[in-house]
């Protein structure tokens, strides 16, 4: 198995430094959701015990509250209260922190599909030197017998030259391409949809790292 280059291997590298900071981003989700439930919950309480303190009146005349009760009621709704405004800063903090992390996934996401970009080029120098090792002169001659069979006048200006040299290069992908691609709809594909090309170069990357 041919090493990877160093190309492949940074798309690798990056690829799980998007991992991590997705799960990052995943955690950073469950904290706050943890937090909004204990936010739910000390509102919850609170309105209890506003309730009670609202009937302390006529608990503390009926002989169900004393005063030392009534002193313990409010000291727990300041606590409660206290709690509940903690819980809503840390929860706009961690908020702040939870966009900062998706900007951070956003950018290292932008990086990875850029280095794989890169890292596809590799491995496609890696598939043609395999190609040429073992098939280069059936290829020599397929090119010659494409410009045998298609190509019949003599170019004569430098301009003539380049657009029957492009002509040439683009029968012989298509050529290619309808030998390599049984299924035509498959290579037209790949090619109007370029992420497609890319997921299948990751997993290839992927599976011979």
């Known amino acids: 198995m041919n090493p990877l280059s160093n190309a492949e291997q940074d798309f690798l590298t990056k690829k799980t430094e998007l991992q991590t900071a997705r799960e990052d981003e995943a955690s950073k989700r469950r904290e706050i959701e943890t937090l909004k439930q204990r936010q739910q919950q000390a509102n919850a309480a609170l309105a209890g015990l506003n309730q009670r303190l609202a009937q302390a009146g006529v608990a503390m005349a009926n002989g169900?509250?004393?005063?030392?009760?009534?002193?313990a009621l409010k000291r727990t709704i300041a606590e409660q209260e206290l709690e509940r405004e903690a819980l809503g800063e840390v929860i706009e903090i961690q908020n702040a922190a939870l966009k900062r992390l998706m900007e951070d996934s956003r950018?290292?996401?932008s990086q990875m599909w850029?280095?794989?970009a890169a890292a596809a080029g590799a491995v496609k120098q890696r598939a043609l030197a395999d190609v040429i090792e073992?098939?280069?002169?059936?290829?020599k001659v397929f090119a010659l017998a494409v410009s045998a069979h298609y190509l019949t006048r003599h170019p004569y200006t430098s301009q003539e030259k380049n657009e029957q040299?492009?002509?040439?290069?683009s029968i012989i992908g298509e050529e290619l391409c309808k030998a390599v691609f049984a299924d035509e709809s498959e290579a037209i594909q790949i090619f109007v949809e370029p992420s497609l090309a890319l997921n299948r170069i990751d997993e290839i990357?992927?599976?011979?790292?």
């Open 134 to 139: 073992d098939r280069e002169q059936h290829l």
């Open 107 to 109: 950018y290292v996401s």
């Open 165 to 169: 040299l492009q002509w040439a290069y």
């Open 64 to 71: 169900d509250m004393t005063s030392d009760d009534y002193i």
């Open 205 to 209: 990357i992927s599976q011979a790292a």
């Open 114 to 116: 850029q280095q794989l």
